[in-house]
DNA sequence: GTCTATAACTGGATAGAC
DNA sequence: GTCTATCCAGTTATAGAC
């Protein structure tokens, strides 16, 4: 609480500042905080002034960071964002790359999934915030859609562009729907609400990441192979 | 805005109260506000005085009727799920005795899911509203487990009971992930966020409930039958 | 950069008149 | 039942000292 107003500029002078312990580097202090409150209590549900005392600042360094409580919000969702989106480009160029001529919908499900369960599992409990918070606004009508849009679009139509390589019978618009079936289940997944431990009597466990990882990516492949059978014939290719 | 004070108490003295035009009926009328609102900006987005104000009454009376803010949203949130328990339980009896012997995952699945896109389909904007609330208490970590749990637990062990007896060689830990995954899909696709609208740039349509309703369920029949297909030895019937 | 202090406002909730 | 008036804790945000 009592935080002693350390004027000690940085020990370690090599490299790029290692930040460790001597500094503090508030805006990421800041940054894991609020990430945790929004996690659980989402953007209307927490203060700057909590996010200020779970990092143990004052209120007005928060808004000298990030002036608004949105931009806060923003930066918290950012954050993370970009990291999976480079990590979720590599693996599904990667599995592109590796398996050319052999592609399937597991494939390239699990190029997209695991980097989310690999952070989540072993990234620390900052990134289980981060998915909790994903969840919410994936499920937020007022402005979810629009967010996601903005910050993960590019990479869902990376996984779009190898499905259809690996189901080239599938219409476009039955690989969309098949993704929010994916993203739904998915994001529900990775938010570990609890709701599965109650449910099932502690049969299953919503932090049990490993039972998931194969079974989800099993589940909505077999699930977007069913959609190709029985694929409706909306806007078919018009013959010319 | 300008409410007359009408203290005409009732016209038609027959039968119930027919509340259409004579009589307020102020507790549904908070109730249908409220209810949009919640499932616009969540709980904590959402304050007393804007249900008032949608309401076109006073802050006071909204305490007197249900006491507090929680109150009110609980009571927003028992009003529907205990219609839409009554449909579903009714529907998944009348499948299992319509068609007993020849069960199927996909037959159980529609009994879950079709109550619901009826009921948003054709049960006017307040179901719109509703489902998109319960999305959001769906991935809220903090009590949305626990609520669910709650509220929708009986119907969804009637679903995994059914369920068991169309798939009779699935482990029961199975047939719980199964559900976790069609719950996410199911909820988010009726939350109508306009997500998949912006991403596949109008190929399809959040509110296009009858593109989804066979899609999910074939999708998902699909999904459990590949998860009995690979089932892990995990807690297999010990022999005795 | 970091804090103190405070402005300007909104929140849930209630007492009491009618 | 319904409204007016009000309490006061808590909100975002900023100005200004250090």
Same mark, same amino acid.
């Given at each position: 609480?009592?935080?002693?107003?350390? *004027?000690?500029?940085?020990?370690?002078?090599?490299?790029?500042?290692?930040?460790?312990? &001597?500094?503090?580097?508030?805006?990421?202090? /800041?940054?894991?905080?609020?990430?945790?409150?929004?996690?659980?209590?989402?953007?209307?549900?927490?203060? +700057?002034?909590?996010?200020?005392?779970?990092?143990? /600042?004052? #209120?007005?360094?928060?808004?000298?960071?990030?002036?608004?409580?949105?931009?806060?919000?923003?930066? #918290?969702?950012?954050?993370? $964002?970009?990291?999976?989106? $480079?990590?979720?480009?590599? *693996?599904?160029?990667?599995?592109?790359?590796?398996?050319?001529?052999?592609?399937?919908?597991?494939?390239?499900?699990?190029?997209?999934?695991?980097?989310?369960?690999?952070?989540?599992?072993?990234?620390? @409990?900052? !990134?289980?915030?981060?998915?909790?918070?994903? =969840?919410?606004?994936?499920?937020? @009508? $007022? !402005?979810?859609?629009?967010?996601?849009?903005?910050?993960?679009?590019?990479?869902?139509?990376?996984? /779009?562009?190898?499905? *259809?390589?690996?189901? @080239?019978?599938?219409?476009?618009?039955?690989?969309?729907? %098949?993704?929010?079936?994916?993203?739904?289940?998915?994001?529900?997944?990775?938010?570990? +609400?609890?709701?599965?431990?109650?449910?099932?009597?502690?049969?299953?466990?919503?932090? &049990?990441?490993?039972? /998931?990882?194969?079974?989800? +990516?099993?589940?909505? =492949?077999? %699930?977007?192979?069913?959609? #190709?059978?029985?694929?409706?014939?909306?806007?078919?290719? *018009?013959?010319?």
């Amino acid at each position: 609480m009592v935080r002693k107003t350390l *004027s000690v500029k940085k020990t370690a002078g090599r490299g790029r500042p290692s930040r460790s312990e &001597d500094q503090p580097n508030y805006k990421e202090v /800041i940054l894991d905080g609020a990430e945790g409150l929004f996690a659980q209590h989402g953007f209307y549900g927490v203060s +700057t002034r909590q996010v200020a005392v779970e990092a143990g /600042i004052d #209120v007005a360094l928060v808004h000298y960071y990030f002036g608004t409580k949105r931009g806060l919000f923003d930066a #918290v969702f950012l954050r993370r $964002a970009e990291i999976l989106n $480079a990590a979720r480009l590599a *693996s599904l160029d990667a599995y592109e790359r590796d398996n050319a001529g052999a592609l399937t919908a597991e494939g390239a499900i699990a190029a997209f999934v695991h980097p989310l369960i690999d952070a989540s599992l072993t990234g620390g @409990p900052g !990134w289980k915030s981060y998915f909790a918070l994903v =969840a919410q606004v994936n499920n937020t @009508p $007022a !402005w979810g859609g629009a967010t996601m849009t903005r910050f993960f679009d590019p990479v869902v139509h990376r996984l /779009i562009d190898v499905l *259809s390589l690996a189901l @080239p019978d599938a219409q476009e618009n039955e690989l969309y729907w %098949g993704y929010q079936f994916l993203t739904g289940a998915m994001t529900l997944c990775l938010s570990e +609400t609890g709701r599965i431990d109650l449910l099932s009597n502690g049969a299953c466990h919503s932090n &049990d990441l490993e039972a /998931i990882r194969n079974r989800l +990516t099993g589940y909505c =492949a077999a %699930g977007f192979r069913a959609l #190709v059978e029985s694929q409706r014939p909306t806007a078919a290719v *018009s013959p010319t």
